[in-house]
């Protein structure tokens, strides 16, 4: 095996198998095929960045396709969203499709099955279908209806389409096999009668395909080579197989369907339908709530593209359904944001220190804005006689390997001096509201003090109170309280939710932050990842908190 061949997925090595039998390079075309009844989520990251990263592999085209066979569930709002989604991840597609643009298509075929005695119109309920369905082990039983004549069928069939029957009163079904070792090859629903409003087609179609009526010929319509979907799809194949057999026409080249194991999130839910119930019950906010694992979600929350990218990429695609940690979602947000977010100070605890030999009004230092990146240059930072220090960064009393400030020691504050502390003031119930320092002016960062000669180990960040602005800090919680809520089918997923998982702080942030914008990302200095969120305004600056410095799920030393 070569180099290259070894780092090749399963999926790749299927197209490089293909390609060196009987397809050709030109031949090869992708698509991703959402369906329009809810925001795309992390899960569908995996397949976004599967197809469309194929088609840049390949340099083959991929088609963004609607699946909007269902009117009841699906809305043009969600079709705007997965748009914008897909884009924002910076992928792009050769065309928008939608499987709706097919309806008379897939309409005249089926005309077409009809009279080449491969499907019937069944007037039994949706139940008794159920019920003849048979078991695994058992086969199913004939409709009464099974032997219509083509006739029939074909008036019925029209009549369904023109809304003259009853809603539901009918379906078509495929004629195949009663007995069929495969349930789905056993007379599947092709189309149902529904007197609903599409989104696109408005009134014009009162019957709508199934999904496998829908997906292998929206496929074969466009040309796709491949058409990569998830494992529950893998018993559909044969019948995917089934029907493009009967539409082809010889020389028609028929799309592949293969499949790959779905991606899950740990302490979250990757399902449309379950983050649809967390808006409409309003336990979240919206669906881009920053909690949620969508994309839109993600993207407010602080996210940026690559790192979503570098996670779809990381877990990569496989074979069998596995559970991936958030912490490694987490993770790849630290990475990239590490690279591209300007350092600020803010602090979120405030504790009032009182530098009591400070006698200027105020000074302006120097402060680099990204250690990993120079070119990011350097903003002057507002130094005063009192500044806010977080309330955790300081005791009385500590032991040695405490090296942040502590009565009779020194820390340096970042990018400014090294205080002192002397003193403290207590409340009534001996809670310490202010802390007394002096400051060493010598020691201003930058100068040529020699920092080495003294032994202070602790660095702090800070803010100067008469200059600090007032924000909102968003922190977020893991939105479940178990690694996987769908887990025990005994309860619903909803009891799993954390109760506490948004708490809004107020924080201080240093004055550069004043023009900050919406979707600005910013590392607070020693604490972790913000991003200003949609509903900021000039008055009210308002922060989501993307993730903290440090893994704070991992075990704490
Ligand atoms: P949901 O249950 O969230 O609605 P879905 O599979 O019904 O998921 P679609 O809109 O039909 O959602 O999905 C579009 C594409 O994304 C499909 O090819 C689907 O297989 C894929 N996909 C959806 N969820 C995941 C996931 N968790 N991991 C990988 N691929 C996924
Ligand atoms: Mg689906």
């Not at 929350?301 to 559970?323: C, D, H, L």
């Not at 591209?340 to 602090?347: D, F, K, N």
């Amino acid at each position: 095996m070569t180099e290259q061949k070894k780092s090749l997925n399963f999926i790749e090595q299927i197209i490089e198998e293909d390609l060196k039998n009987d397809y050709k390079k030109e031949d090869l075309k992708f698509r991703f095929p959402p369906e329009p009844n809810g925001y795309l989520h992390i899960g569908h990251a995996s397949s976004i960045n599967l197809n469309f990263g194929l088609g840049l592999k390949y340099n083959a085209p991929v088609n963004l396709r609607f699946d909007d066979t269902n009117p009841i569930k699906e809305e043009q709002e969600y079709v705007d969203s997965i748009k914008r989604d897909v884009e924002w991840l910076g992928f792009k597609w050769e065309k928008e499709c939608y499987a709706s643009d097919y309806f008379q298509q897939l309409y005249d075929w089926a005309v077409k099955f009809i009279k080449d005695g491969n499907a019937y119109v069944d007037s039994q309920t949706s139940d008794e279908i159920a019920q003849q369905k048979g078991t695994p082990t058992e086969p199913g039983k004939e409709s009464p209806y099974r032997n219509r004549s083509v006739e029939e069928n074909l008036e019925l069939f029209a009549a369904m389409k023109n809304g003259e029957t009853k809603e539901k009163a009918h379906v078509l079904r495929a004629k195949i096999d009663m007995a069929a070792g495969n349930m789905l090859m056993r007379d599947p629903v092709m189309y149902r009668t529904l007197h609903q409003t599409h989104h696109r087609t408005k009134d014009a179609w009162k019957i709508y395909p199934m999904y496998d009526w829908a997906h292998g010929e929206s496929d074969f319509i466009e040309s796709i080579s491949h058409s990569f979907c998830t494992l529950e799809f893998l018993p559909h194949r044969e019948l995917y197989n089934w029907f493009l057999e009967k539409i082809k026409e010889p020389g028609d080249f028929l799309p592949k369907q293969r499949e790959f194991a779905r991606r899950n999130l740990s302490h979250t839910v990757v399902s449309k339908r379950k983050l649809a119930q967390l808006v409409e019950k309003n336990i979240v906010e919206s669906w881009d709530d920053p909690r949620m694992p969508t994309i839109s979600g993600l993207r407010r929350r602080g996210y940026t593209p690559q790192s979503i990218r570098k996670f779809a990429e990381s877990i990569g695609v496989g074979k069998r359904e596995n559970m991936i940690d958030m912490a490694h979602l987490e993770f790849c947000a630290r990475e990239d944001l590490n690279k591209t977010a300007p350092r600020v100070m803010g602090v979120l605890n405030p504790l009032k220190v009182v530098i009591t030999n400070y006698e200027q009004e105020e000074e302006w230092l120097e402060a680099e804005n990204n250690p990993e990146d120079e070119s990011a240059g350097s903003r002057k930072l507002p130094f005063s006689k009192e500044i806010y220090i977080e309330q955790e960064d300081f005791r009385e009393e500590a032991n040695r390997k405490f090296f942040r400030l502590k009565l009779g020691k020194e820390v340096r504050l970042k990018n400014a001096y090294i205080i002192k502390a002397n003193d403290c003031v207590k409340d009534d119930d001996g809670n310490v509201i202010e802390v007394h320092c002096t400051y060493d002016p010598k020691s201003k960062s930058g100068s040529d003090f020699e920092e080495a000669k003294r032994k202070v180990k602790g660095t702090l960040h800070w803010v100067s109170i008469k200059h600090a602005l007032p924000v909102q800090i968003n922190n977020y919680d893991r939105l479940f309280n178990v690694e996987d809520p769908t887990a025990d089918k005994e309860k619903e997923y909803l009891e799993f939710v954390n109760p506490d998982s948004l708490n809004v702080t107020t924080g201080y942030v240093e004055p550069s932050l004043q023009n900050a914008k919406v979707l600005d990302r910013f590392q607070f200095q020693r604490i972790g990842y913000f991003c200003v969120d949609k509903k900021s305004s000039a008055e009210k600056l308002v922060f989501n908190k993307t993730v903290g410095l440090r893994d704070s799920w991992a075990k704490k030393k």
